[in-house]
């Protein structure tokens, strides 16, 4: 388990609550961080060496950061099945050739279509919620497909549900399956999005904890390299959730040891995906810059807000170049998985909302596929390309759009094979940590502070150590609501030995599980150390170090904060709004390496970024023009700066 053990969670609360909450209490707490990091198994205080993390966990090679090029594979008859029971587009009423598409998806010619993408990681149906007699039909031809898949060095994962059940099947072939159902209070049995022929099973029933197993070892039998868990609906606790996932990574462990297992998780359990090796959620959105109009013909849905619909944590408003829009991104939930990864779990990302689209019946456009592709390199992440509905079935019958996409998705993808070395063993360069809770209520905050090119990490406080913090000489708590006292002390212990913490918003109000604070974390020195807190910003030292406060929790106010805080560390571009930068350190080739991505529909021309450091030389290398030498200019203050002649999608340049 990942929580702390309930007994000393309990006498933590049961301390701080006799003592009402009194700064005499502080003095017991680091006792009481080192009693519950004892009872963890996740070690506390990870490092951002990503490449010593995935080597301590005995991560596979091909599945580390900067060598993930993944497509979501489904198909077969069970998902036809499914999409029929489901009343899918496509699948019902059905399209005969979408039918026939899916019924030979995985004969082994279709792997020349991921060879010819240069996808190197797939998944595939392996088991969606019918009885195991009926699933095995489908895995005859499975075991055949990933043999031929290994035979091209492509890697396959098994899409899996912990829970759905299509009951008429499964209750008349596994008739004890009946006491496997999830129940309301009232006794009815709990449906899968409204579903009449979906029920949800309780993950909590052994006998259905057994039946999960038998579709794990017929999966590791057939070869599969890796298992992804759908379903783990909000229904479940995240007690349960973490108990079960963590039951069945460590049952299939045994029989695999580097096996690698997921499930997909959405907003407000994100960070869930501790319990496993590997996090995975399909909440992500199609990155660009898109107009605030409504435009002809696109399908874009607009709330009333003005904000795209489509935008699934947010977007940042964004003028330049005469044009007004929202910019739409990935790299704040990319930088927060990133924290629950600790620095070592793979990371994947499906972008489930789509720009005003149904995504069964469209494809996206070529450069949007080619900004997803790349967007998830500069990032450190894997995007999950999906190929269903419309496009699986255009691709099968080689159809014009689809052979586009199939076209440009090759071309990023082969750049990343040919170019690893650009994106593998990353260290982290951020002098900020922005300290989460686990509620994933900071992502839309995040996306904006990464599309205005501040570099950041993140730490949650469920995890928090004084390791952890010594990395940063910033840490921020930007309506961060849950803080324990734990992280509190440490916190503070920060701050005196010489750290610098934000504070902003409504932050620290609430204990780790969610109760209300008597007074908030550090409204005492707040409220001693500035006249009126509730109206200004100020600052003030506290030991060595300093603490600043803002009342305003506004993404823009922080942001503001944060930059004109990190003094040198800011990384900023001359240049339109809609163009994100990152930026990575190669320690074994002592060089940094600056991605350049530009999330427009346009080339940028002209384009300057200004970078800490004192480098001298820079090359810039892209999949969309050859590999050239750029300038590199000095300055001041230790700053250098690229000039970038014209950037089309995406650019890498290393410098030195």
């Known amino acids: 388990m990942i929580r702390p053990a309930a007994k000393l969670r309990d006498a933590l609360r049961r301390c701080r609550d006799g003592l009402q909450k009194k700064t005499a209490i502080l003095p ?17 205080g990870q490092s951002w060496n990503f490449e010593t993390e995935q080597n301590n966990h005995q991560v596979p090679a091909w599945a580390r950061v900067g060598k993930i090029r993944f497509g979501l594979w489904y198909g077969g008859i069970l998902d036809l099945a499914k999409g029929v029971a489901s009343s899918w587009d496509y699948y ?23 060879r010819t993408m240069n996808i190197d990681w797939v998944w595939v149906t392996w088991s969606n919620g019918f009885s195991i007699q009926q699933e095995e039909i489908q895995w005859e031809k499975l075991e055949k497909f990933i043999a031929a898949c290994h035979s091209q060095g492509i890697h396959v994962s098994g899409y899996m549900s912990i829970s759905n059940m299509f009951w008429k099947e499964m209750f008349k072939d596994e008739p004890k399956s009946v006491n496997w159902v999830f129940r309301d209070e009232k006794g009815n ?45 909000t229904i479940y606790d995240r007690e349960s959730a973490e108990r079960v996932a963590g039951m069945m990574l460590e049952y299939a462990r045994k029989k695999k040891p580097d096996v690698l297992f997921c499930s997909n998780y959405n907003r407000s359990q994100l960070t869930w995906g501790r319990a496993q090796n590997m996090i995975t959620t399909e909440d992500g959105s199609v990155p660009g810059f898109y107009a605030v109009d409504p435009m002809p013909g696109t399908g874009y849905i607009y709330k009333a807000s003005g904000r795209p619909s489509f ?67 500069a990032f450190g992440f894997g995007f999950e390309i999906q190929f269903l509905g419309a496009f699986q079935r255009d691709l099968y019958f080689h159809r014009p759009q689809a052979i586009r996409a199939e076209e440009a998705i090759g071309q990023y993808n082969g750049f990343f094979a040919q170019n690893e070395n650009l994106f593998t063993g990353p260290d982290s360069v951020a002098q900020t940590a922005l300290l989460c809770d686990d509620t994933d209520g900071a992502l839309e905050l995040l996306n904006h502070l990464a599309g205005k090119n501040l570099i950041f990490d993140v730490l949650f406080s469920r995890t928090l150590s004084a390791n952890q913090l010594e990395h940063y000489p910033r840490v921020a708590l930007a309506n961060t609501h849950r803080v324990s006292d734990p992280s509190l002390a440490l916190l503070q212990a920060y701050v005196k030995n010489g750290g610098t913490i934000l504070i902003a918003g409504q932050s620290a109000i609430e204990d780790d599980d969610g109760e209300k604070r008597f007074q908030p974390g550090f409204a005492g020195l707040v409220n001693t150390h500035c006249p009126e807190p509730e109206q200004v910003k100020c600052a003030f030292s506290l030991g060595k170090g300093k603490i600043l406060y803002s009342s305003s929790g506004s993404n823009e106010a922080i942001y503001d904060a944060l930059a004109s805080g990190t003094g040198s560390q800011v990384l900023s571009v001359e ?70 002649p014209e950037l089309d999608i995406f650019d890498v340049v290393v410098l030195r």
């Not at 596929?369 to 390199?377: G, P, Q, R």
């Open 575 to 644: 240049g339109p709004g809609y163009v994100i930068c990152n930026l990575i350190h190669q320690p074994q080739q002592n060089r940094h390496v600056l991605y350049v991505l530009n999330y427009s529909q346009g080339p940028v021309h002209d384009l300057k970024v200004r970078i800490p450091g004192s480098f001298s030389k820079a090359e810039l290398f892209s999949p969309d023009k050859v590999s050239t030498q750029i300038k590199v200019t000095s300055e001041g203050a230790g700053f250098v700066s690229v000039a970038i």
């Open 92 to 114: 019902y009423p059905a399209d005969p050739d979408m039918v026939e598409a899916s019924t030979h998806w995985y004969d082994p010619q279709t792997i020349e279509y991921l």
């Open 311 to 377: 935008a699934k944590f947010g977007s940042s408003r964004v003028a330049a170049n005469g044009q007004t829009g929202w910019l739409v991104n990935n790299a704040g939930l990319a930088r927060y998985l990133m924290g629950v990864s600790q620095g070592w779990r793979p990371i994947i990302i499906e972008e489930g909302a789509w720009n005003g689209a149904d995504r069964l019946a469209s494809i996206l456009s070529p450069n949007q596929y080619k900004l997803s592709i790349a967007e998830s390199a």
């Open 189 to 233: 049995p709990r449906l899968y999005g409204g579903s009449p022929n979906r029920y949800m099973a309780d993950i909590n029933n052994p006998e259905w904890q057994e039946y999960l197993k038998k579709r794990i070892d017929a999966a590791l039998a057939a070869g599969i390299d890796g298992l992804m868990y759908d379903n783990t609906l």
């Open 28 to 44: 017991l707490i680091p006792l009481l961080v080192l009693l519950l990091a004892a009872h963890s198994p996740i070690a506390l």
